[in-house]
């Protein structure tokens, strides 16, 4: 669940923490749809942040705002959205080689003797491996 700062200050029934955390003992204890769930909320008041729950089914370790959450594919959707902000801002642009934006210590291949671009990456285009070669998961479909 992610609401954003407008959500907060111009929704009058944008739930409290207290409903949102109804809303996880809900989610988590009577219809289990999941074992844990932080949700983070900005605003004019600042950052809350409502848990509820465990780690993972067979590990009692609460969760709360600094746990990490395996969330896959949809982290391309977010990043490229803040790609598009960044260069709509001017902070970056779409054609930059992406090693202009990593230390020089980070060796960035290049493709078809070309720099990979920030729009390469964004469109998965860049010819970069699927996984590092170093990386050796113990089931390739779900590393």
Do not use: W
């Not at 289990?32 to 809350?48: A, D, L, M, N």
């Not at 490229?80 to 709509?88: K, P, S, Y």
């Not at 202009?100 to 493709?111: I, Y």
């Amino acid at each position: 669940m992610t609401f954003s700062a407008a959500a907060v200050s111009s929704n009058p029934h944008f739930p409290s923490p207290a409903e949102i955390k109804r809303i996880l003992v809900e989610r988590i204890d009577q219809q289990r749809q999941s074992v844990g769930i932080v949700v983070g909320t900005f605003g004019p008041e600042g950052r809350v942040i409502v848990s509820h729950g465990n780690f993972g089914a067979f590990y009692a370790r609460p969760v709360d705002a600094d746990t990490g959450f395996e969330i896959g594919s949809i982290t391309k959707v977010f990043t490229t959205l803040l790609l598009a902000e960044m260069a709509g801002r001017g902070e970056v642009g779409l054609d930059d080689p992406v090693a202009m934006h990593l230390p020089a210590t980070v060796h960035m291949p290049t493709r078809d003797g070309c720099e990979i671009t920030l729009t390469d990456l964004a469109t998965h285009t860049s010819g970069l491996p699927r996984l590092p070669e170093n990386m050796a998961p113990a089931d390739d479909d779900n590393p």
